[in-house]
């Protein structure tokens, strides 16, 4: 009989940012000068507002970036600025971000090894608002320790980056649509023009969900990319399109039609769930990616905690999670700003408590 594990704990290898958020009626367009409404200066950066809300979600995290403070694993640049974020926010909650490196891509002086051995690390989220090198660096220290890693390719890396990239080493990859079809196209392919049959787990989906399928679909023929990576994809007020792989499902006894032929397994299932029921008009979307992947890991982290490591997922398991993740991110479009906006356990819980699917 299992033994429940001890808690889980998440590393984050990220960006800290103070972002500028100026709210106008209309974002800018090319030639243009326009007046804000109105000006905030709040805490970001992708590192820490997905780190934000893994401890938001109840998860344990620790924070590896640079910045203008001193921090435990935070590194003091004193001859860069903090990283910073010029953000407009429209009437409609849309955004446009513009931003600035700063000491988020100087080199962290926190020797791998220490930051490993310091804390009982179980997951290590990384994004692409910090140095390239650092990435696979941190990638391959976590496979060496056999720890779950989880990867939001946002900014969307170079093209020579993503085709020289380890994407087999991933357990987990957060993208948006945009992001899956720039990955497709580094790789010098196109999401398919030809029918692809979609499972039956997308009949009542959007178009969206089901063009998304097939982007995933080309995904999985990349040649560095292993069809052991779940892979998560998120749709903006569409909800989010899952493709689970057999390495991390679980056996549901009977092959499963809901993949891609190639890629077939009884353990595999793909899975669409819908975007979550607001309250409230649409303030702010920012921080909504951040909030979802902060969920997502939190979410993985609690399985960790009462299953143990390589415990496969079930669809009803990824189902409670996902929802879980876009009721959170839900949430957070309700409100102004990016960290700020997240909200906790027991806000979503009650949310949920609430809502019908």
Partial sequence: MFQPMGKAMCLVRGSINIDDFFYVKNIVTPGETISSERYERRAGGKGANQASAVAKAGG???LVGGCGVVVEWVTIIPDQP???AIIQVSSEGENLIVLLKGANFVPICVPLQTIFNTRPI??????????WHDTPEYLEAANTSHVTTIFNPSPLPLREEITNFPWSELDWLIINQTEARGILESFGSKPTTELVSCPQSLDDAPQTARTAYTEL??????PTLSSRVNIVCTLGPDGVLAMISGAHAARVGTPNNDMPHSHQDADSFVLYVPAAQLEGDV???TGAGDCFAGYLVASLMNIHERHGPGYKISQDNARTLLRRCVQAAGMSVERRGA???QPNSLEVDERLQKCVY
């Fill in 60 to 62: 344990s995290v620790a």
């Fill in 82 to 84: 903090t990283g910073r």
């Fill in 122 to 131: 179980t997951h290590v989220l990384l994004q692409n608002e910090i140095p």
């Fill in 217 to 222: 679909v080309g995904l999985r023929t990349c």
């Fill in 283 to 285: 303030r702010d979307s």
């Fill in 339 to 341: 960290m700020e906006s």
